[in-house]
């Protein structure tokens, strides 16, 4: 069982920056990818990235790429999400998640996890 936590949320003007964090309790995590997605009002939950269980491969939706960056501290039991050059339209809430799978090393498909924090709201002020 794997429980998380996301935390450093808040509202930020185009262009600035926001850091991320999604805590996790649960022996296992170090051996579960992690993804970021997010929902903004009226539209489907996206993916935005995703991390493999070693911090070693990223993977990121085309919109954010070059701005956003994916990593993990084991150690920690914490993945962070570094926001840059933030747009409005990145405003949505923001929700990390775990998943195993015996043929894939991350996913960026909601299936593809089991476990999910509570979400954390990003506002980007234009």
């Known amino acids: 069982q794997v429980q998380l936590v996301e935390s450093g949320g808040g509202l930020v003007q185009a262009g600035g920056s926001l850091r991320l964090s999604c805590a996790a309790s649960?022996?296992?995590?170090?051996?579960?990818?992690v993804g970021w997605f997010r929902q903004a009002p009226g539209k489907e939950r996206e993916f935005v990235a995703a991390?493999?269980?070693?911090?070693?491969?990223?993977y990121y939706r085309d919109s954010v790429k070059g701005r956003f960056t994916i990593s993990r501290d084991n150690g920690a039991n914490t993945v962070y999400l570094q926001m840059n050059s933030l747009k409005p339209e990145d405003t949505a809430v923001y929700y990390c998640?775990?998943?195993?799978?015996?043929?894939?090393?991350?996913?960026?498909?909601?299936?593809?996890?089991?476990?999910w924090g509570q979400g954390t709201q990003v506002t980007v002020s234009s």
């Open positions: 998640a775990a998943g195993r799978s015996p043929i894939a090393t991350m996913s960026r498909f909601r299936s593809g996890y089991d476990y």
């Open positions: 649960g022996r296992t995590f170090s051996s579960n990818y």
């Open positions: 991390i493999k269980w070693s911090g070693d491969s990223t």
